[in-house]
């Protein structure tokens, strides 16, 4: 999470958060870039390690187990909340994480601050971690007493021993998105915001947490990150930050993520693997085709689009297919042409044209020489790969986004946008 909900909150205070609309907010994909903080709103360098010096004891976790569990989070069910419907339950997770801060100020002999902690944007308990010296000297200034704050600050460090607490977010979701998402959540935020000023200059609370996710979300457990060996069967994926993401397979839900490459500086498009030599081909909005090393993490080589067919820097990539074995592949890009290439010296032999659009995907047969492709210009094209000639073309009122095709029955699948 780059910029936490409460944040957005205390921007938003003429929003009628009664109304069953929900802000949009937009968000950065790569996770490279990221918002730039007023510097009244951040923390140095210095005051960072302080923070940092307090939860020395969380190196003490096994980081392998503490994956598997926020991984096994994403399932966990509580009996109390079956009876109730979605939207009473996450209201219900809310007075959870309230009271979790209600527990912790009991413990501490301070209830009386309660409201108050809630207020600054504690909502829940392991949001207490968030807290350092500067947020608490700076906009918690009811807090004087200097020994009552190194009491706070030791404690809010601790906070998160309790393993119930630790993976609470993980479990019942986000409260702080709850809040958005539950009727009641938006009726009490309309009232606590406008008559008592709830997440006013709040944005420092997330200073210390915005960085410490941001260098640490794709970080691979090291016992993780060294089985790829031990692993038979993989699964693959993307995402629209153009990282890319291998998990080996097994039994459970919950198998790791044993690499997570930034494989991409934009949106990826697609991929291919060659699970026998664990070694990948994808492309990108970056205009770049990239073959990648899995098993040593590493990049092979790269193909800039300009530099390997004219066109514009703009250009890209887009939908492939590809045979290892037969060392070939087909691939579309945005300017609706298709391309035949080597994949031994990752050359084009072969231009295929007929499209007029962005290619979303394509498929072939190396064995009967033929392709077929789906594009933005409402088109499935159907293609010779021996001459590159196309055999026929077919229209559709909508574009098409994805496709499967069985050459041998000589069929094809694929649904349109609407």
């Known amino acids: 999470i780059i910029c936490h909900p409460c944040d ?3 921007l938003r205070l003429d929003t ?48 392998q187990k503490e994956s ?33 801060v209600a527990d912790f100020l009991e413990g501490l002999a301070m209830p009386q601050y309660y409201e108050y902690f809630l207020a600054k944007g504690f909502t829940y308990g392991a949001k ?23 009491t706070i600050l030791e404690a809010c460090a601790n906070v998160c021993r309790d393993e119930d607490i630790r993976l609470f977010p993980s479990r ?29 200059n709040i944005a420092l609370l997330s200073a210390a947490q915005e960085k410490d996710v941001r260098e640490n979300s794709f970080m691979i457990p090291e016992a993780d990150y060294n089985s790829i060996d031990d692993w038979e069967h993989f699964v693959l994926a993307i995402d629209s930050s153009g990282r890319a993401f291998l998990f080996g397979r097994d039994d459970t839900k919950v198998p790791p993520c044993i690499r997570n ?46 530099r390997v067919v004219s066109g514009k820097v703009s250009d890209c990539f887009g939908a492939l297919d590809a045979s290892f074995e037969m060392e070939k592949m087909v691939v ?41 492709s789906a594009s933005m210009d409402c088109h499935l094209n159907h293609y ?23 050459f041998d029955r000589r069929l094809a699948l694929y649904p349109s946008k609407d």
């Not at 996770?31 to 923390?43: F, K």
């Not at 890009?333 to 032999?349: E, I, Q, R, W």
């Not at 021996?386 to 909508?398: C, S, T």
């Open 172 to 200: 019942y979701g986000n409260p702080d998105h709850h809040l958005l998402d539950c009727r009641k959540g938006r009726t009490l935020l309309s009232e606590k915001m406008t008559c008592e000023g709830w997440f006013e």
């Open 332 to 372: 579309g890009s945005n300017t609706g042409h298709l391309y035949v290439m080597d994949l031994a010296t990752a050359k084009p032999v072969l231009a295929l044209h007929g499209h007029k659009s962005m290619i979303r995907r394509v498929k072939a047969s190396w064995t009967q020489n033929l392709a077929l």
């Open 68 to 100: 598997r569990l926020r991984r096994e989070g994403l399932f966990w069910k509580d009996p109390a909340l079956d009876a109730l419907d979605e939207s009473d339950r996450k209201w219900e997770v809310l007075q959870m994480g309230f009271q979790q």
């Open 16 to 63: 009628d958060w009664t109304s069953s609309s929900q802000p949009t907010v937009a968000m950065p994909h790569n996770d490279n870039v990221y918002m730039q903080r007023d510097p009244e709103d951040d923390i140095t360098l210095e005051e960072r390690q302080e923070w940092y010096s307090r939860l020395a004891w969380e190196k003490e976790l096994d980081m």
């Open 261 to 306: 490459p930034q494989m991409h500086q934009l949106t990826a498009l697609d991929i291919a693997m060659d699970w026998k030599s664990l070694r990948s081909v994808s492309t990108g909005l970056d205009s770049r085709m990239c073959f990648y090393d899995w098993k040593n993490d590493q990049p092979i080589h790269e193909l800039f689009f300009p």
């Open 384 to 406: 010779d790969l021996r001459n590159g000639k196309a055999i026929w073309k077919l229209p559709h009122q909508e574009r098409c986004d994805a496709m499967d095709v069985d």
């Open 128 to 150: 207490l971690r968030w807290m350092t010296r500067k947020y608490l000297e700076e906009r918690m200034s009811i807090i004087s007493n200097e020994d009552e704050k190194e």
């Open 8 to 10: 957005i909150f205390a």
